[in-house]
């Protein structure tokens, strides 16, 4: 994304074409204007002179195709411009680096690799499960952004977010392969075992734009994922790795993918009250080949993830950047002070009861077509209902679920 702001006019006599010549530009010049958003941008300048537009642009657009990808701020008085220009190639991941992870990934017993936006790339998940099958390795995310690895894979052991718990399969590995996560566990929750091989592939390893992040990697390496996952996986086909080895852990990793399927599928009975687990998995239902998914759930962003279950690369996105729901400040303060205050009270003023009328309101902003499920409702009839209007009727639609 390329963001071109004006700037007022720095002329006011007709020095030049586009002097200032109303009032208004007297009174909105912001000082540092750039300012208001770096800490946001991969890249921000200002146009001074149009002999070096072309350079500007060109220069700001790399920065935006490039991995890691970004917003860039231009600003100029007066002047939009525009001008194309070609992506930076990205980094590889060298041969014998490739050849050095495949034989790690093949002497290891309980090989894992987590991951959280690899997916970006459609590229990298179809390299990823190729990988998987050749060395027998499992996948688990953390606080994923896309569909990493299709959710009916042997070797998908599902996601974490801020779980207040050890997850058992990072635990369990001797061998973690980092691949394009920014946050790939948080230490005083779930960490691997000290034992644990520890690598790090991404396009940004040093992860510049935080000041402070470490997992302590025995080694890391800058590379585009799509191609890294590739490289690995053609190193390894060249090592012959040991038939029976390669079948225990394929074997153990199906065990484990096919045990939290189940765990996934019990959820989604229905017990008392309406649970996020019943309309996700009723909406999954409605799903095609073509269906996109732009999900917000905050603190229900795990339900949401295990309850789709993603089958197609590309087909599932999360915001990715920091986000926030009325029910993630009560999160935050019980994990850091279960028996505090907040345990204790009845009301933190973080509720939307009573709760607006959703349907109203879509319907006022552009004539949407609404529906409420609850408990006594059947999912299944009424989300059948809602996507015949918005196939039929191209309709936006929304449906509020009353949980609890």
């Given at each position: 994304?390329?963001i071109?702001?004006?700037?007022?006019?720095?002329?006011?006599q007709?020095?030049?074409?586009?002097?200032?010549?109303?009032?208004?530009?007297?009174?909105?010049?912001?000082?540092?204007?750039?300012?208001?958003?770096r800490?946001?941008?991969?890249?921000?300048n200002?146009?001074?002179?149009?002999?070096?537009?072309?350079?500007?642009?060109?220069?700001?657009?790399?920065?935006?195709?490039s991995d890691?990808?970004?917003?860039?701020?231009?600003?100029?008085?007066?002047?939009?411009?525009?001008?194309?220009?070609?992506?930076?190639?990205?980094?590889?991941?060298?041969?014998?680096?490739?050849?050095?992870?495949?034989?790690?990934?093949?002497?290891a017993?309980?090989?894992?690799i987590?991951?959280?936006?690899?997916?970006?790339?459609?590229?990298?998940?179809?390299?990823?499960?190729?990988?998987?099958?050749?060395?027998?390795?499992?996948?688990?995310?953390?606080?994923?952004?896309?569909?990493?690895?299709?959710?009916?894979?042997?070797?998908?052991?599902?996601?974490?977010?801020?779980?207040?718990?050890?997850?058992?399969?990072?635990?369990?590995?001797?061998?973690?392969l980092?691949?394009?996560?920014?946050?790939?566990?948080?230490?005083?929750?779930?960490k691997?075992?000290?034992?644990?091989?520890?690598?790090?592939?991404a396009?940004?390893?040093?992860?510049?734009?935080?000041?402070?992040?470490y997992?302590?990697?025995?080694?890391?390496?800058?590379a585009?994922?799509?191609q890294?996952?590739?490289?690995i996986?053609?190193?390894?086909?060249?090592?012959?790795?040991?038939a029976?080895?390669?079948?225990?852990?394929?074997?153990?990793?199906?065990?484990?993918g096919?045990?939290?399927?189940?765990?996934?599928?019990?959820?989604?009975t229905?017990?008392?009250?309406?649970?996020?687990?019943?309309?996700?998995?009723?909406?999954?239902?409605?799903?095609?080949?073509?269906?996109?998914?732009?999900?917000?759930?905050?603190?229900?962003?795990?339900?949401?993830?295990?309850?789709?279950?993603?089958?197609?690369?590309?087909?599932?996105f999360?915001?990715?950047g920091?986000?926030?729901?009325w029910?993630?400040?009560?999160?935050?303060?019980?994990?850091?002070?279960p028996?505090?205050?907040?345990?204790?009270?009845?009301?933190?003023?973080?509720?939307f009861?009573?709760?607006?009328?959703?349907?109203?309101?879509?319907?006022?902003?552009?004539?949407?077509?609404?529906f409420?499920?609850?408990?006594?409702?059947?999912?299944?009839?009424?989300?059948?209902?809602?996507?015949a209007?918005?196939?039929?009727?191209?309709?936006?639609?929304?449906?509020?679920?009353?949980?609890?």
């Amino acid at each position: 994304m390329l963001i071109f702001a004006g700037s007022s006019p720095f002329t006011q006599q007709g020095e030049m074409l586009g002097s200032r010549n109303e009032f208004i530009q007297r009174i909105q010049y912001v000082h540092d204007q750039r300012g208001l958003v770096r800490g946001y941008m991969r890249y921000d300048n200002e146009i001074r002179t149009g002999a070096n537009v072309k350079q500007v642009v060109h220069r700001a657009i790399q920065f935006a195709k490039s991995d890691p990808k970004g917003p860039v701020y231009l600003m100029a008085p007066r002047e939009v411009l525009e001008a194309p220009c070609e992506p930076v190639t990205p980094p590889a991941l060298a041969a014998q680096d490739a050849r050095f992870l495949a034989e790690r990934l093949a002497a290891a017993k309980r090989p894992l690799i987590v991951t959280s936006y690899l997916g970006r790339n459609t590229a990298a998940v179809a390299a990823l499960e190729v990988l998987c099958t050749q060395a027998g390795v499992g996948v688990v995310e953390s606080v994923p952004s896309y569909v990493d690895l299709p959710h009916d894979s042997p070797f998908y052991l599902g996601n974490y977010w801020n779980n207040p718990e050890q997850n058992a399969d990072l635990a369990a590995a001797d061998l973690v392969l980092v691949v394009d996560s920014d946050v790939p566990w948080i230490p005083i929750k779930s960490k691997p075992s000290d034992s644990a091989e520890i690598y790090d592939i991404a396009i940004d390893p040093l992860k510049e734009q935080m000041p402070l992040w470490y997992i302590e990697p025995h080694r890391s390496f800058r590379a585009d994922a799509a191609q890294a996952l590739q490289a690995i996986g053609e190193a390894l086909a060249a090592l012959a790795p040991d038939a029976d080895a390669l079948a225990e852990k394929t074997g153990h990793y199906a065990a484990r993918g096919a045990a939290r399927r189940a765990r996934v599928a019990q959820e989604e009975t229905q017990g008392a009250g309406l649970t996020t687990a019943c309309p996700i998995a009723a909406l999954r239902g409605q799903f095609d080949d073509q269906t996109i998914v732009m999900d917000e759930g905050i603190t229900n962003y795990r339900p949401v993830f295990d309850h789709l279950a993603p089958a197609h690369a590309g087909s599932m996105f999360a915001s990715g950047g920091g986000s926030l729901g009325w029910n993630a400040p009560r999160h935050s303060a019980l994990a850091v002070h279960p028996d505090g205050y907040a345990s204790k009270a009845n009301d933190l003023d973080l509720s939307f009861s009573p709760a607006p009328d959703y349907g109203a309101i879509a319907a006022a902003s552009g004539g949407a077509a609404t529906f409420v499920v609850d408990h006594d409702s059947d999912l299944d009839a009424v989300l059948s209902q809602a996507f015949a209007v918005l196939t039929n009727e191209h309709r936006t639609v929304v449906v509020e679920a009353r949980l609890g």
